[in-house]
C-alpha cells in the first residue's frame, strides 16, 4: 500500500496540469465572497438608516438596487465557481482514467491479467469518479478557507477588536478538529474501496463461473459468499458516513458557540452593560454588521470541513490507482529498433526471460520467423511455449537478448479460450475488421468451415452471442476467432494450443482452416501438440525447459 504523500504528490501533480481551471474557479470563489461582504455592509446600513436615522424608505433605493446588483453577482459567481471547478476535475479525471488506460496497455496482455477485470473495472470507473469532489470543490476551498476569513476578521478587528478575538479564538478549533477526523477518514475510505474493488472482481468471478455453479450444485455457497461480501461493503460504507456525520455535528456545535459569544458581547455593548474596551463604541450599524459576519467568517471553514472528506475519499481512492501504476511494466530493454529491411518478420538473438516467482523460464534462444512459412513449436507442458510466444508478440520484453521486429509489423493471435464479447456474431467478427461488408464476414466463415453454421442461425449475422461465446459450442467459437484471423491483415499469426479441448470433428476442422490460412502466404507460429498441425508445419521446433531444438532432446545451442 502506497504512503499517503506518495498518492498526493500524484494528485497535486494532476492539479497543476489544470492550474488555470482552479485559479479561475478561486477567482470566481472570491468574487461571490467579496458581494457577499458588500451585500452583508449595505444590508446593515440600510437597518441603520431607517432604525437609528429615521431615514425615508424612497431615499435607501439606490442603496436596494445595489442589495439586488450584489446578490445577482453573488449567484454569477458562485456559478463560476462551480463551472470551473467542475471544468478542472473532468479534465483532471478524463487524463487519470487515460493514463490508467495507458498503463494497462503498457502491462500487456500478460501483466494485465494478473488483475481482476472487476478491480480493473471498479478503479476505472468508481475510483476515478471519487477524484470530483477533490478537485472541483477542495482544492479551490483550501485558499478561500484562509483568504475569505483573514478579510473579514480584519473587517471585525476595524469594527471591534474584541469581537475579533472571539472569532479568532474559535477559528482554529475547526481546523483542528478536520486533522483529527482526516487520519481515520482517509483509512476508512481507502478500506472501503480495496473492498469495493475486492467486491467487484468476486461478483464477476462468480458470474461466469455461473454454469460450473450450477454443475457442481455449488449456487447456494457462491450466492452467500456473494452475499457476505456485499454486506462488508455495506458496513464499510457506513463508516465514512459516520464520521462524516459526527465531524459536522462537532464543528457546528463550535460555530455555534462563538457566534453565540460573539453576538452576547454585541448586545450586552449596545445596551452598555459592558464598559471594557471598544464596546461603548458599538453602535447599531457596527454591531448588526459584526453580527451578520459572524457566520460569514465560519462559513468557508465549514464547507472546508465539508469537502475534506472529498479530500479523504480521493486519497482513499488515489492510493489503490497509484498501486496500480507504480506497477512497472515488464523491462524492454531488450527490445530492438524496429528494421524496415529485416528478411525475417520478427527475430530473436540470446533472449533470455526471467519469471518473478519461477526464474528463468526462458532462453536463451535464437528465433527467426520468416515471411510465409508455418512453424510449429511443440514440447512439454511448462515447457515454455506460451512464454515463447508472448514474447514474439511483444506481449512481454526479453530481459536480456532483443527481439527485433519489421517496421508496420501486423500481428494477430489466438488462444485456446478465445474471447468473444456480448453482442451478435457479426460484431464478433468485426473486432478485426470493423469495415467489413456482410459478404467478407461470410466468405470468413466459410473459410474457417462455419458455412452450415451460418446457414443454420435463423438471424444469421445477426445471431446474438452471449459472453465467452455463450450459445455455441467450443469447437465453433474457435472457428469464429480463426475468421476473425482471416478477415485481419495481418502478416504474422500467432496462434496457442487452438486445437486443446476439442472433440475430432471440431480438431479437423480447425486443421483445415489452419491450412486455408498457410496456403494465404502468411506466417504462422502454431504452439501445439497435435500431430496434424505438426505435419502442416514447414519446420517444427522443439521446447524444454525454455531451450528450443531442432527435435525431442536437441536444444539449440543458445
Known amino acids: 500500500m502506497p504512503r499517503a504523500p506518495d498518492a498526493q504528490r500524484w494528485l497535486f501533480r494532476h492539479a497543476a496540469g489544470q492550474r488555470g481551471w482552479l485559479s479561475l474557479a478561486v477567482a470566481a470563489g472570491l468574487a461571490a465572497s467579496a458581494s457577499t461582504l458588500v451585500q452583508l455592509g449595505l444590508l446593515a446600513w440600510i437597518v441603520s438608516q431607517l432604525l437609528a436615522a429615521d431615514a425615508e424608505l424612497a431615499s435607501l433605493t439606490p442603496a436596494f438596487l445595489a442589495l439586488a446588483g450584489c446578490l445577482v453577482l453573488r449567484a454569477l459567481a458562485q456559478w463560476g465557481q462551480e463551472?470551473?471547478?467542475?471544468?478542472?476535475?473532468?479534465?483532471?479525471?478524463?487524463?487519470?482514467?487515460?493514463?490508467?488506460?495507458?498503463?494497462?496497455?503498457?502491462?500487456?496482455?500478460?501483466?494485465?491479467?494478473?488483475?481482476?477485470?472487476?478491480?480493473?473495472?471498479?478503479?476505472?470507473?468508481?475510483?476515478?469518479?471519487?477524484?470530483?469532489?477533490?478537485?472541483?470543490?477542495?482544492?479551490p476551498q483550501c485558499i478561500l478557507a484562509l483568504a475569505v476569513p483573514m478579510a473579514i476578521l480584519s473587517i471585525v478587528a476595524w469594527l471591534d477588536w474584541l469581537a475579533a478575538i472571539f472569532l479568532l479564538l474559535a477559528a482554529p478549533l475547526i481546523p483542528l478538529f478536520m486533522a483529527l477526523v482526516?487520519?481515520?477518514?482517509?483509512?476508512?475510505?481507502?478500506?472501503?474501496?480495496?473492498?469495493?474493488?475486492?467486491?467487484?472482481?468476486?461478483f464477476l468471478d462468480r458470474v461466469r463461473g455461473l454454469t460450473t455453479l450450477q454443475l457442481f450444485g455449488r449456487t447456494v455457497e457462491a450466492t452467500c459468499e456473494v452475499e457476505a461480501a456485499a454486506d462488508r461493503y455495506r458496513q464499510l460504507s457506513l463508516r465514512p458516513l459516520r464520521l462524516a456525520f459526527l465531524s459536522s455535528a462537532v464543528l457546528e456545535f463550535f460555530a455555534s458557540v462563538?457566534?453565540?459569544?460573539?453576538?452576547?458581547?454585541?448586545?450586552?455593548?449596545?445596551?452598555?452593560?459592558?464598559?471594557?474596551?471598544?464596546?461603548?463604541?458599538?453602535?447599531?450599524?457596527?454591531?448588526?454588521?459584526?453580527l451578520l459576519l459572524a457566520?460569514?467568517?465560519?462559513?468557508?471553514?465549514?464547507?472546508l470541513a465539508q469537502h475534506y472528506h472529498d479530500r479523504a475519499a480521493a486519497l482513499?481512492?488515489?492510493?489503490?490507482?497509484?498501486?496500480?501504476?507504480?506497477?512497472?511494466?515488464?523491462?524492454?530493454?531488450?527490445?530492438?529498433?524496429?528494421?524496415?529491411?529485416?528478411?525475417?518478420?520478427?527475430?530473436?538473438?540470446?533472449?533470455?526471460?526471467?519469471?518473478?516467482?519461477?526464474?528463468?523460464?526462458?532462453?536463451?534462444?535464437?528465433?527467426?520467423?520468416l515471411p510465409g512459412e508455418t512453424v510449429a513449436i511443440t514440447g512439454p507442458s511448462g515447457g515454455g511455449k506460451s512464454s515463447l510466444l508472448h514474447v514474439l508478440a511483444g506481449f512481454v520484453g526479453p530481459d536480456s537478448g532483443q527481439r527485433c521486429a519489421r517496421d508496420g509489423l501486423r500481428l494477430a493471435w489466438m488462444d485456446q479460450r478465445p474471447w468473444l464479447v456480448q453482442g451478435t456474431l457479426a460484431d464478433n467478427l468485426r473486432l478485426t475488421a470493423p469495415t467489413?461488408?456482410?459478404?467478407?464476414?461470410?466468405?470468413?466463415?466459410?473459410?474457417?468451415?462455419?458455412?452450415?453454421?451460418?446457414?443454420?442461425?435463423?438471424?444469421?449475422?445477426?445471431?446474438?452471442?452471449?459472453?465467452?461465446?455463450?450459445?455455441?459450442?467450443?469447437?465453433?467459437?474457435?472457428?469464429?476467432?480463426?475468421?476473425?484471423?482471416?478477415?485481419?491483415?495481418?502478416?504474422?499469426?500467432?496462434?496457442?494450443?487452438?486445437?486443446?479441448?476439442?472433440?475430432?470433428?471440431?480438431?479437423?476442422r480447425i486443421v483445415a482452416a489452419l491450412q486455408s490460412l498457410a496456403g494465404e502466404g502468411r506466417a504462422l507460429v502454431i504452439a501445439t501438440h497435435h500431430p496434424a498441425l505438426m505435419r502442416l508445419a514447414s519446420q517444427c521446433r522443439y521446447i524444454a525447459d525454455g531451450r528450443l531444438g531442432e527435435s525431442p532432446g536437441e536444444e539449440s545451442d543458445g
Do not use: C, W
Open 83 to 139: 463551472v470551473a471547478g467542475q471544468e478542472a476535475s473532468l479534465r483532471i479525471r478524463t487524463r487519470v482514467r487515460a493514463e490508467l488506460l495507458d498503463h494497462l496497455a503498457a502491462l500487456g496482455p500478460v501483466r494485465g491479467a494478473e488483475h481482476a477485470a472487476g478491480g480493473v473495472a471498479s478503479q476505472l470507473v468508481e475510483q476515478v469518479e471519487a477524484l470530483d469532489g477533490y478537485f472541483a470543490r477542495f482544492l
Open 182 to 202: 482526516g487520519v481515520g477518514a482517509e483509512r476508512v475510505n481507502r478500506d472501503q474501496f480495496a473492498a469495493v474493488t475486492r467486491l467487484a472482481g468476486h
Open 258 to 290: 462563538a457566534i453565540a459569544m460573539v453576538a452576547v458581547y454585541v448586545g450586552f455593548g449596545l445596551l452598555g452593560y459592558i464598559g471594557y474596551g471598544p464596546s461603548s463604541e458599538l453602535t447599531l450599524f457596527s454591531g448588526l454588521l459584526i
Open 295 to 303: 457566520p460569514e467568517f465560519f462559513q468557508p471553514l465549514r464547507s
Open 316 to 369: 482513499g481512492a488515489a492510493g489503490g490507482m497509484f498501486t496500480l501504476l507504480s506497477e512497472r511494466p515488464h523491462p524492454q530493454r531488450g527490445k530492438a529498433p524496429p528494421r524496415p529491411d529485416a528478411p525475417a518478420l520478427v527475430s530473436l538473438v540470446g533472449v533470455t526471460l526471467i519469471h518473478p516467482r519461477r526464474g528463468r523460464v526462458l532462453g536463451p534462444l535464437d528465433m527467426a520467423v
Open 436 to 508: 467489413a461488408s456482410d459478404a467478407d464476414l461470410e466468405a470468413a466463415l466459410s473459410k474457417a468451415g462455419l458455412a452450415e453454421l451460418l446457414a443454420s442461425l435463423p438471424q444469421g449475422l445477426d445471431t446474438p452471442l452471449g459472453e465467452r461465446g455463450s450459445g455455441i459450442s467450443g469447437g465453433q467459437a474457435q472457428r469464429v476467432a480463426l475468421a476473425r484471423l482471416f478477415l485481419s491483415d495481418a502478416d504474422l499469426l500467432l496462434l496457442d494450443e487452438p486445437t486443446a479441448n476439442l472433440d475430432e470433428v471440431s480438431e479437423a
